[in-house]
């Protein structure tokens, strides 16, 4: 049986940090969980009339990396994509 194991790798004021942010047993619930992991960040630094890629921007950052052991997902695309979607929600 596959476990998949998310990570978040923080590189903030010179110091790197990596946490364990779960561990599951799909990886439809791994991604879901990378996918909420962004979303919740990008909430965070999220204002009205705010343009997409000034989010994109604020994300990037922030530094934080999000991540499936062994897999292939990019925090960094998935969090472009959403600033874009987020940002047009808004208009």
């Given at each position: 049986?596959?476990?998949?194991?998310?990570?978040?790798?923080?590189?903030?004021?010179?110091?790197?940090?990596?946490?364990?942010?779960?561990?599951?047993?799909?990886?439809?619930?791994?991604?879901?969980?990378?996918?909420?992991?962004?979303?919740?960040?990008?909430?965070?630094?999220?204002?009205?009339?705010?343009?997409a890629?000034?989010?994109?921007?604020?994300?990037?950052?922030?530094?934080?990396?999000?991540?499936?052991?062994?897999?292939?997902?990019?925090?960094?695309?998935?969090?472009?994509?959403?600033?874009?979607?987020?940002?047009a929600?808004?208009?």
């Open positions: 049986m596959t476990n998949y194991e998310v990570y978040v790798d923080e590189n903030l004021r010179g110091e790197s940090k990596r946490r364990l942010a779960g561990t599951f047993k799909t990886l439809p619930a791994a991604l879901a969980t990378c996918r909420g992991i962004v979303d919740a960040r990008l909430a965070q630094l999220h204002s009205k009339g705010m343009k890629q000034d989010l994109f921007t604020a994300y990037c950052l922030f530094e934080e990396d999000t991540w499936i052991k062994g897999q292939e997902f990019l925090a960094i695309d998935y969090a472009r994509k959403r600033s874009f979607e987020i940002c929600e808004g208009d």
